[in-house]
């Protein structure tokens, strides 16, 4: 008897299981998946292309919404991400799990690494404002739009660090987490702080 239930469990679970799994790879169950990889391997990318780029505007859209870019900056990271999963899908690297997730977080990354190798960001405002004649009032309402744009905790964490000049274990100690944990926290808000201002930077 107690078998009987338990299969039935299973027979219940089982579907919505698999329809999670499947959301997590672009719709494709585990099959589909190993027929793309050798369909590309003999040089057929039918379905590499149907899957991939049916979901390209979902992650332009996540990248927009998520980094407030533009929709030309977050096409560009998108179209690096296909190119680099694609190599990474023909090398073995890329196995069935979720996709979408790793997708969208190579995208994120490169997004990121692109801003980066644009300018020398915050560090060197001053060089900036001496190469473009860029004057001060400038850069300070470039700079408050940016500060704007973080939310209330990036804004609390690094006001009380670089303005009031708090140590990080002190500040750790505040918020009640590990410094190492404040330590990355303080470090991402700054990276969106450095984003947001090269954006608005760049729109002058």
């Known amino acids: 008897m107690k078998k009987r ?3 039935k469990k299973v027979q ?3 579907p919505k299981s698999s329809s999670t799994k499947q959301m997590q790879n672009f719709g494709l169950t585990e099959e589909d998946f190993q027929e793309m990889i050798s369909e590309m391997k003999n040089g057929n990318e039918i379905l590499f292309e149907k899957v991939f780029l049916s979901q390209f505007e979902n992650c332009i859209t996540f990248l927009m ?5 533009s929709h030309s900056q977050a096409y560009d990271a998108t179209m690096d991400a296909l190119l680099k999963f ?4 023909l090398q073995g690297k890329i196995t069935y799990g979720n996709m979408r997730f790793l ?16 300018t020398v960001l915050l560090d060197n405002t001053a060089d900036i404002i001496n190469e473009t004649e860029t ?25 009380l660090f670089y303005y009031q000049k708090i140590a990080l274990k002190t500040l750790a100690q505040q918020i009640e987490k590990t410094e190492v944990a404040v ?11 450095r984003l947001h201002f090269i954006k608005y930077y760049n729109s002058l």
């Open 103 to 118: 997708f969208n977080r190579m995208a994120t990354q490169l997004l990121l690494d692109s801003f980066k190798r644009k």
């Open 183 to 193: 330590r990355k926290q303080k470090q991402r808000c700054l990276d969106k702080l």
């Open 135 to 159: 004057d001060e009032e400038q850069v300070i309402e470039i700079l408050e739009k940016a500060w704007n744009q973080l939310c209330n905790n990036c804004r609390h964490i690094l006001e």
């Open 86 to 89: 694609r190599k990474r899908l």
């Open 65 to 69: 919404n998520q980094s407030q870019v």
């Open 12 to 14: 219940r679970t089982s």
């Open 5 to 7: 239930v338990l299969d």
